[in-house]
Each structure stands twice: as structure tokens, then as C-alpha cells.
């Protein structure tokens, strides 16, 4: 059964749509379908960057009734709204890239409607949730708080697997080594939580795809001539940005795989034990 990805994290800018468009292209690689999925606040553009990366990216949390249902005193009315969110669950084989602004919203309307109930009874696929965080003291203590908050919740909202990205674009995270937050997080491990570092993505086109919003699977598929033509890039440099982007890629889904953060798996393969393995990652 294909399994249901939500890419997540407590604070904004921390990785998270980045780890979601890793999932699309592993999928992809592996030659699993999967469907994508954005729950994000209203947006000027009506649509996420998820959705602006992606085609067919289904919007779950964009537009006009979103925002009167913030402004409501009817507390009804979120959670029918966030009921889409459950019906994509049911469905199952999708990746979700949830905002940090909507996520405990998400957990509320899970425990409100006893979600977890109906999904099992449903047999629905599996849930792994990914959260990732950024080298900084708040966003590494939010990180935290959210993975025991799926924990605290985990008969509403069932989480099959757990898996923490430790997103080193902003710096290495030894600095944090003593820090109590830190510790508790990698505690986390001994519950089954499995700990991904992410080193830094030094490719000289990545300022660009950051720019023109185009996804690491999308930009794997140009050659150096096409951004040449389209962005005037010299040659050299797009040829050797994108042999750093494709190492990159290839690195950070080893590491996926290296701790089963993967589409499906074999039944009759034992799940692996709870490693912190080391990948390559970007903003």
C-alpha cells in the first residue's frame, strides 16, 4: 500500500516543502505514483509554493472561506473546512506539504473529528509524518514540541512513522550538542523516531531555482544548454551547478532510503532500526 507523506514543521522556513519536493522525486524514481497535497494559510496567489512548484498540487488551505472562517465565531466552521484535509487521507499515496501556520489547526481538527477511528476502521495507508528543522536554538525546540505533539495525539491523528530532518543549511548542528532541546529531540530516537542530517547544497544554480521557483526534480531535467537559453547562464557554470545538484539529490535520497523513508517496501523486509543517517541538503 502506498503510503501518505505529511512534510511538516512547527516554525516557517525551515525545509520543509524542500523535503516534500524530495519525496515527489523519489516517488518519481522509484516509479511510484503519488498524489500531491498543500495545507497552507490563504495566499495572495490562491495558491501555496508547493502548488507553485507542482502541477495538480490539490490546495487545502487557500482562499476566500478560509479566511472567514478565521474570522468566524462558529468553530464548526474550520473544522468542516479541514475536512478535505481528512478525505485526503483516506485516499492515502500523497504527499502533503503542511504549513507551519495551519499545522496544529490540522492536530485539532483530527482530535475533533476522532480521525484516527474512522482511518483505521477505513484501513487506510500508512501516515509518516517528516518535520525538519534548521540549526537554530527556537526552530530545533519547536521541532521538539511537535514531534511529542504527534506523539500526545497520536489516537486522533495516527502516525505511522516518524522522521526528523536536521536541515544544515544554515550551519552544522554540533553547537547544539549539549543543548537540552537538542538532546530531547535526538531522545526521540529510542521511540522509534528516525534523525536525517542534511549537509548544505553548494550548487551555483540553486539561487536560481530558489528565484524562478522550479523544483529540484524539474531542474534535474534541464542540461546546461537550456539554461544557458533561458536564464543566461555560462555554460560551465550551469554544467557544473548541475552536476553538484545531481549529487546532491542522489545523496540526501540515500539517506531516505538508508532509514526507510521511502514509498513502499518490501513485506517481507524487517523495518529498519532507528539510525541518524547524513544526507546533503539546501534551504
Known amino acids: 500500500m502506498t503510503r ?33 497535497a498543500a495545507a497552507d494559510s490563504d495566499s495572495l496567489n490562491q495558491r501555496s509554493k508547493f502548488g507553485r512548484l507542482f502541477t495538480n498540487v490539490k490546495e487545502l488551505g487557500i482562499g476566500e472561506e478560509l479566511t472567514k472562517i478565521k474570522t468566524s465565531t462558529d468553530p464548526n466552521l474550520a473544522i468542516k473546512y479541514w475536512d478535505e484535509f481528512g478525505r485526503t ?21 483530527a482530535e475533533a473529528r476522532n480521525a ?27 521541532a521538539r514540541a511537535l514531534i511529542q505533539y504527534s506523539f500526545d495525539k497520536q489516537e ?3 502516525i505511522a512513522r516518524r522522521f526528523v530532518i536536521l536541515n544544515e543549511v544554515a550551519g552544522g548542528f554540533e553547537r547544539y550538542e549539549n543543548d537540552p532541546a537538542f538532546k530531547k529531540l535526538k531522545a526521540f530516537q529510542s521511540m522509534g523516531v528516525h534523525v536525517i542530517r542534511m549537509k548544505r547544497c553548494e550548487s551555483d544554480i540553486w539561487a536560481l531555482l530558489e528565484k524562478e521557483l522550479i523544483s529540484v526534480r524539474d531542474a534535474l531535467k534541464l542540461t546546461e544548454v537550456d539554461l544557458e537559453k533561458r536564464f543566461g547562464i555560462d555554460v560551465w557554470t550551469g554544467h557544473g551547478g548541475l552536476t553538484d545538484l545531481r549529487a ?13 523513508l521511502t514509498p513502499v517496501r ?9 539510525v541518524e543517517a547524513v544526507g546533503a541538503g539546501c534551504a
Open 4 to 36: 501518505t507523506f505529511i512534510s511538516m514543521a512547527k516554525t516557517g522556513g525551515q525545509g520543509k516543502t524542500l523535503v516534500a519536493q524530495m519525496l515527489v522525486l523519489q516517488h518519481e524514481r522509484k516509479g511510484v505514483p503519488t498524489k500531491l
Open 89 to 109: 487521507l483516506l485516499d492515502g499515496g500523497t504527499v502533503i506539504d503542511v504549513g507551519a501556520n495551519v499545522a496544529s489547526e490540522l492536530f485539532a481538527w
Open 266 to 274: 518490501e513485506k517481507a523486509e524487517p523495518a529498519p532500526a532507528p
Open 156 to 158: 486522533w491523528l495516527p
Open 116 to 142: 484516527g477511528s474512522l482511518l483505521r476502521r477505513r484501513n487506510s495507508a500508512p501516515i509518516d509524518l517528516v518535520v525538519a528543522t534548521k540549526a537554530e536554538g527556537q526552530a530545533i525546540d519547536d
Open 248 to 260: 546532491w539529490a542522489d545523496e540526501t535520497l540515500a539517506a531516505f532510503d538508508s532509514v526507510g
